[in-house]
């Protein structure tokens, strides 16, 4: 039982560049979650899919696709890095419906964008 | 809406005293709350969650968190901290069928 798994765990981009950060989680979770991480403001959320077949936007979406591949997968597409996305990024999932289950994170992916 | 806010974005204390990191919240919905804590280069960890049960929550490594409806509060603390303390916390919400909002973090520095 792996938990929530993240690829890859670093990753250097240049601006214009594009790439997908992959995220797998082995717990039978319907829901997942997106956030980024930047100094001095927590976690914010970028998207996230309530259960297969659905995604909606969270407070900062706006450079980000998502893709629900399936119940145990979830990707993040940058089209066209910025460095204003240069950040850790956080898979994450749970139960949903349920706020009592507690989110299980992903080791995360540093990302810089030169 | 819900939110969170953390009231301190630094808090040192000296190893063996005790530990205060403090959490207000605001949610239209009866709450969940959660602190989570991440050390340097690391992913996230739940350290204990409130659930409508029990107002005082005991989570791992001797933290535990009071819930207090009254003052919208769910301040974290810890009787004496030690080194391996040294991390960020963070304080998260949660109401049904939405996602969770988290706070800005609370860096700990534990001084020998």
């Known amino acids: 039982n792996a938990g929530v798994t993240q690829t890859p765990k670093f990753q250097v981009l240049k601006t214009g560049q594009s790439m997908t950060l992959q995220c797998a989680q082995d717990m039978n979770h319907n829901s997942m979650y997106w956030y980024r991480q930047d100094p001095g403001m927590g976690l914010r959320l970028i998207y996230y899919?309530?259960?297969?077949?659905?995604?909606d936007k969270g407070e900062v979406p706006n450079g980000y696709n998502v893709s629900r591949l399936n119940k145990r997968e979830f990707s993040l597409r940058l089209e066209s890095a910025a460095p204003s996305q240069t950040s850790v990024y956080f898979c994450?999932?749970?139960?949903?419906?349920?706020?009592?289950?507690?989110?299980?994170f992903g080791p995360g992916t540093r990302l810089t964008v030169t | 809406a819900q939110s969170v806010t953390q009231l301190d974005s630094h808090v040192s204390v000296s190893e063996g005293t005790p530990v205060l990191l403090r959490c207000n919240y605001s949610?239209?919905?009866?709450?969940?709350l959660f602190w989570y804590v991440q050390h340097p280069n690391k992913g996230l960890q739940l350290l204990l969650k409130?659930?409508?049960?029990?107002?005082l929550v005991k989570g791992i490594n001797g933290f535990e968190a009071e819930f207090k409806k009254s003052e919208t509060s769910f301040h974290l603390t810890k009787p004496s901290a030690h080194m391996s303390d040294a991390a960020e916390y963070f304080c998260?919400?949660?109401?049904?069928?939405?996602?969770?909002?988290f706070g800005a973090g609370t860096r700990l520095t534990v001084k020998p």
């Open positions: 409130y659930t409508s049960a029990a107002t």
């Open positions: 994450a999932s749970r139960t949903y419906g349920t706020p009592t289950y507690e989110q299980y």
């Open positions: 949610s239209s919905y009866s709450p969940s």
């Open positions: 899919s309530a259960s297969e077949g659905t995604t």
């Open positions: 998260v919400v949660s109401s049904p069928f939405r996602d969770m909002r």
